[in-house]
């Protein structure tokens, strides 16, 4: 083994011995191409789909923060059945005035007006309301589902109806619906949605709207998915049919939509290529509620007027991602990449030791047995190479 000639490196030889591995060679056709092919699918998978698809290489931000401004726009004039002409504007259609990220755009209304306190017929409509006779309507209990409070009388509603007499806010509402909107013009209202998010981990902010010096830019263009993607502005019509319902009917009886806004920014390419996209969702198809106006008319009376509102629900939610090269992400995908190679060998290993025809030879190739040594002159060879060993090792502490 080691030999004085050799240097004082030759003799620390088990420590900075370097032991390669052997491998058995064989030129099995069909093992081998198996091999290949393996290998090809694993590189396959690597590179095209952890490193190009999911930039596996990539550090990623996917909770960025986010902040959401609306604004909805249109004037329209609705003509309910008393022919009394009422004009709605931004004010009056979208609640909360504020622009939030839930917003709400009236589009069909049944209008009750001048309620005062008191007594009257409740509506026939509401199951509880309904009576024969008096003994129908116990004093002081509320209608369930109904408008107020039985009195114990039980009166003529019309010529075909009979209901208990209540206390509440009187007449009660009429509640059969226009059958056309009568905000139809809504379909031509937009939608100004302002959106800005910021990436905390890479300290990057983008937002929806176009980066420009013409003022009239954002009072003219109107969002197309393909002509003019960078305008933030949407028909309400748009919104509508992009989330597969149409306009006339969502309108009658209210509904809700879910406007999703989808960042998914590539961080090494320039900030230009980072936009957003939009996609409409339908959640429900029924959505009012109630609201009132209180007065007091000139003799003091406290009176109000009642509107119930059918309209459609904007429902905004900002998602997003951001990914950038970072060191630590593509040393663990690069590795994770070399570990799946490994896995090719394994493969082959099993085909060649358990299916193949030859599997015998392969397997007495592959295993060498370790057999205990014969005889009194082995025994003596193994005792002095164990001494050559030790001496080796006490020059090259020494050294
Ligand atoms: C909405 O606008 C289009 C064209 O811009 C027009 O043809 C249509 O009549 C408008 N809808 C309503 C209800 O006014």
Same mark, same amino acid.
């Given at each position: 083994m080691a030999t004085p000639a050799g240097g004082g490196a030759a003799l620390c030889g088990p420590l900075l011995d370097y032991k390669t591995e052997k491998f058995a060679l064989t030129r099995n056709r069909r093992v081998g191409l198996l091999h290949r092919l393996l290998q090809l699918a694993v590189l396959g998978y690597v590179l095209g789909w952890v490193f190009v698809v999911r930039r596996g290489y990539q550090d990623t931000d996917a909770a960025p923060r986010v902040s959401v401004v609306t604004k909805l726009k249109g004037v329209s004039v609705s003509r309910p059945e008393d022919a009394r002409r009422r004009l709605w504007d931004a004010a009056d259609f979208s609640r909360p005035p504020q622009g939030e990220n839930v917003l709400f755009l009236v589009t069909n209304f049944i209008v009750t007006d001048r309620q005062v306190q008191g007594t009257c017929p409740e509506s026939p409509s509401v199951l509880d309301g309904i009576c024969m006779e008096d003994v129908d309507c116990s004093v002081g209990n509320p209608v369930?589902?109904?408008?107020?409070? +039985?009195? =114990?009388?039980?009166?003529? #509603?019309? @010529?075909?109806? @009979?209901?208990?007499?209540?206390? =509440?806010?009187? *007449?009660? $509402?009429?509640?059969?619906? /226009?059958?056309? *909107?009568?905000?139809? $013009?809504?379909?031509?209202? %937009?939608? &100004?949605?302002?959106?800005?998010?910021?990436?905390? +981990?890479?300290?990057?902010?983008? =937002?929806?709207?176009?980066? %420009?010096?013409? /003022?009239? !830019? &954002? +009072?003219?263009?109107? !969002?197309? *998915? &393909?002509?003019? *993607?960078?305008? /933030?502005? #949407?028909?309400?019509?748009?919104?509508? $049919?992009?989330?597969?319902?149409? #306009? =006339?009917?969502l309108a009658l009886m209210g509904g809700s939509i879910s406007v999703r806004i989808e960042w998914d920014c590539d961080l090494d390419w320039p900030a230009a290529h980072c936009q957003p996209r939009y996609s409409f969702i339908l959640l429900d198809r029924r959505y009012n509620f109630r609201t009132a106006s209180y007065y007091w008319d000139s003799k003091r009376q406290h009176y109000r007027s009642l509107l119930k509102l059918y309209g459609i629900r904007f429902d905004i939610s900002v998602h997003g991602q951001a990914g950038k090269f970072g060191i630590i992400p593509a040393a663990v995908s690069f590795g994770t990449g070399i570990a799946f190679l490994g896995t090719a060998t394994i493969i082959c290993d099993m085909v060649l030791l358990y299916l193949d025809a030859k599997a015998d030879l392969y397997w007495k190739e592959k295993f060498e047995e370790a057999k205990p040594p014969k005889g009194k002159k082995a025994a003596a060879a193994e005792a002095q190479r164990a001494g050559q060993d030790l001496g080796d090792a006490q020059q090259c502490a020494l050294e």
């Open positions: 369930v589902h109904g408008n107020g409070i +039985k009195t =114990g009388r039980c009166v003529m #509603f019309n @010529s075909t109806h @009979s209901t208990c007499e209540i206390f =509440g806010w009187c *007449p009660v $509402e009429n509640d059969t619906l /226009p059958r056309k *909107p009568l905000l139809a $013009e809504a379909e031509n209202f %937009t939608l &100004f949605i302002k959106n800005t998010v910021n990436f905390t +981990k890479f300290n990057f902010s983008k =937002g929806n709207t176009l980066q %420009t010096n013409d /003022p009239t !830019y &954002f +009072k003219t263009c109107m !969002y197309d *998915p &393909f002509f003019s *993607p960078s305008c /933030p502005v #949407f028909r309400i019509r748009d919104m509508v $049919e992009a989330a597969g319902e149409t #306009f =006339g009917a």
